[in-house]
């Protein structure tokens, strides 16, 4: 019997044209996937609040000729979100949402301040929950959206917790952000608007990658070089890659779950 290879499948992402909004653009995994979907012919709306990582990452996206939208502000604020609700009405309402925005304070709780806390969650689930109720309402009006929620390794214990240096708010608002996804996929159910997360594992970002390496430097057990199984860390274009994925058509019949970026982990 004679098998036959299969003729290659073609695939899109079938991002041309549409518009993403990516909180959290001016570093790191944010940058990386404003490039990765200019390059996939998205429109782009990039936050940030640091205009000069922000600026930093127009230049970068700008030789693929995406048409951008550019502003800066701190999207834990309602009145910043509303006011980029008003900017992106006459820019082009995103048909994606990316929720990068994210960080805190390790320590130990009794370390921590109750500010601390706060900010914490703040940054993490606060923002997710302001941006996501901005701009639903446009996505089910037009029967499409896609929304990706960064959460993280982090919800199920980190190397900071092996280190004994304590992470638990950042922890707790990672996990909180994998119960917003899978609550909100049920409220979604046959909107035509899918919402999905990606937890990334240790990866080489301009604040993490550094830190990291001193770990593997110090030889100490918990380097993520020993126990991640592809014995390395990610890259933010490879965490970039999987919110593609989950914005694209691809991952059509794919809501509330969550893509481990881990390598192994």
């Known amino acids: 019997m004679t098998h036959q290879t299969p003729t290659p499948r073609l695939s899109t992402t079938g991002l041309s044209g549409r518009t993403a909004l990516i909180t959290g653009a001016g570093l790191g995994i944010g940058r990386a996937t404003a490039l990765r979907f200019a390059q996939e012919g998205a429109r782009l709306i990039l936050c940030d609040i640091d205009a000069d990582r922000l600026e930093e990452t127009r230049n970068l996206v700008a030789p693929t000729g995406a048409d951008m939208l550019i502003r800066q502000g701190d999207v ?43 900010d914490t969650m703040r940054i993490s689930l606060r923002s ?26 982090a919800r199920n214990g980190t190397v900071w917790n092996a280190l004994h240096m304590g992470a638990c708010a950042y922890s707790t608002a990672k996990a909180g952000v994998i119960g917003f996804v899978r609550d909100l996929a049920i409220e979604l159910g046959d909107s035509g ?32 070089f020993r126990t991640v199984p592809m014995r390395r860390l990610g890259t933010p274009r490879e965490v970039a890659d999987a919110i593609l994925y989950l914005a694209s058509e691809n991952a059509s019949y794919v809501t509330g779950t969550t893509l481990d970026v881990a390598g192994g982990r």
């Open 128 to 153: 997710m929950f302001l941006c996501t109720r901005a701009f639903l309402p446009s996505m089910i009006a037009a029967g499409y959206g896609r929304v990706v929620c960064l959460s993280s390794g």
């Open 193 to 224: 608007v899918t919402i999905n997360a990606v937890a990334p594992g240790p990866i080489d970002t301009e604040l993490a990658g550094a830190f990291l390496r001193n770990i593997e430097a110090q030889g100490h057990a918990y380097s993520p």
């Open 76 to 118: 834990t604020d309602e009145m910043v979100v509303e006011k980029l609700a008003m900017d992106a009405r006459a820019f082009g309402l995103p048909d994606i949402l990316v929720n990068n925005v994210g960080g805190g304070r390790s320590g130990r709780i009794w370390d921590l301040s109750v500010q601390d806390g706060d």
